[in-house]
Nanobody, 126 residues
Framework: QVQLVESGGGLVQAGGSLRLSCAAS????????MGWFRQAPGVEREFIAF????????DYGDSVKGRFTISRDNAKNMLYLQMNGLKSEDTAVYYC???????????????????WGQGTQVTVSS
């Protein structure tokens, strides 16, 4: 069992930056693929970023490519999402997710993941 807790959300002006963190407990993350998703009111949960267990394979959703960067620190059991150039349409609840997998194939749907955090709110004012 893996417990995930997101932090780092908040209110930021358009063009600003935020860094989200996801702390894992219960298991070491070194055997888990990780992802970030977001969900705005009335919208399906959207894939944002993926990183394989060793960090070799990384992929992003089209809406955030070139602006967001996913990273991980397996020694600290941490996952991160650096968000730059934030836009009002980035406003959503952001979730981290985990899947026990050592494959490098990007996991991009909510059904690919077994564990989820409770989410952290990101609000971008225009």
């Amino acid at each position: 069992q893996v417990q995930l807790v997101e932090s780092g959300g908040g209110l930021v002006q358009a063009g600003g930056s935020l860094r989200l963190s996801c702390a894992a407990s219960g298991r070491t993350l070194s055997n888990y693929a990780m992802g970030w998703f977001r969900q705005a009111p009335g919208v399906e949960r959207e894939f944002i970023a993926f990183i394989s267990w060793g960090g070799v394979s990384i992929d992003y959703g089209d809406s955030v490519k070139g602006r967001f960067t996913i990273s991980r620190d397996n020694a600290k059991n941490m996952l991160y999402l650096q968000m730059n150039g934030l836009k009002s349409e980035d406003t959503a609840v952001y979730y981290c997710a985990a899947k026990r997998s050592t494959w490098r194939t990007p996991l991009k749907t909510i059904h690919d993941y077994d564990y989820w955090g409770q989410g952290t709110q990101v609000t971008v004012s225009s």
